[in-house]
């Protein structure tokens, strides 16, 4: 997504932008799938097929999981970055090409570089400016953006809503799979849901799985008032939720299962200003 948005706000935006995963495809595959190949170069190659790097002629090329490629392929990259020329697989002609490269991986590549399994002479050459994008546990507060983007993706204009108790297991899930797994989240919910509402049971089952009964007696004195208890645990709530939602006043409401004027009303009883 990142990708996309650079490439459509920049001076290539009317020009193609292309994607490739280099973790997705052996060796061989994606040394064609990058560069093409001629009639003939292999068994199976009926006809010539450009590669990604001519698609994208004038525009940009996005390589995902840059670190699963090959150690002799990423030779074969390198020049490519530094002349802007390469042959098709099986061919001997010469092909120019002026094409923005953008990568992305999951790796440590500095870690990689070190142990000898990535470039270093690539890395530099791809590491002209470096964005570092933290993980989707450590910024919750786009959660209500991305499943709104992804309902409105899968949804074929149909109006799709989550239930509070939904948006609450979205919100406290830890997402090890960051925005990848979010989307094929929503996208399995958009499928599964009945009457335009999305709730946990259309959800994967970690996502529903008991959480257990409170520990009163564990996390509660035996002499504790009942009101100002339940006031300061209802505080404490109301301040997690904003701190999840990046201080967006109606992502913690969804994600307290409250409208956003109660919560207003209750930030203003216990003096909680954003």
């Not at 002799?72 to 490269?101: H, N, S, W, Y």
């Not at 709104?148 to 799979?177: C, D, M, R």
């Not at 797994?181 to 259309?202: C, M, Q, T, W």
Request: with cysteine; glycine share 6%.
């Amino acid at each position: 997504m990142i990708a996309k948005a650079i490439h459509y706000e920049s001076p290539r935006k009317d020009r193609p932008f292309v994607s490739v995963n280099c973790g997705a495809l052996a060796e061989t595959l994606l040394e064609s799938e990058l560069f093409g190949h001629e009639k003939g170069a292999f068994t199976g190659a009926i006809a010539m097929k450009k590669g990604r790097f001519e698609l994208a002629d004038g525009g940009t090329l996005f390589l995902d999981e840059i670190g699963d490629m090959s150690p002799p392929l990423q030779v074969k990259l390198l020049r490519v970055l530094q002349e802007m020329e390469f042959e098709r697989v099986g061919g001997t002609k010469t092909i120019k090409v002026d094409v923005r490269v953008l990568s992305a991986s999951n790796r440590n590549l500095k870690k990689d570089v070190a142990a000898g399994t990535f470039r270093e002479d690539l890395f530099y050459r791809l590491n002209v400016i470096h964005l570092e994008v933290p993980p989707l546990r450590e910024r919750m507060e786009d959660v209500h953006l991305l499943v709104n983007h992804f309902v409105e993706k899968y949804g074929n204009a149909k109006k799709i809503e989550l239930t509070p108790q939904a948006w609450e297991a979205l919100y406290t899930y830890s997402w090890p799979g960051n925005v990848r797994e979010l989307e094929n989240v929503i996208e399995r919910a958009v499928v599964l849901n009945s009457g335009g509402l999305i709730d946990p049971k259309d959800l994967p089952a970690e996502f529903t799985k008991s959480k257990g009964d409170l520990d009163v007696d564990r996390f509660i004195p035996p002499d504790s008032p009942l009101q100002s208890t339940l006031e300061e645990i209802e505080e404490k709530l109301i301040r997690r939720a904003l701190r999840l939602s990046g201080n967006i006043q109606s992502h913690a409401a969804d994600h307290l299962g409250i409208t956003k004027s109660l919560i207003q009303h209750k930030m203003k009883k216990y003096n909680i200003s954003v």
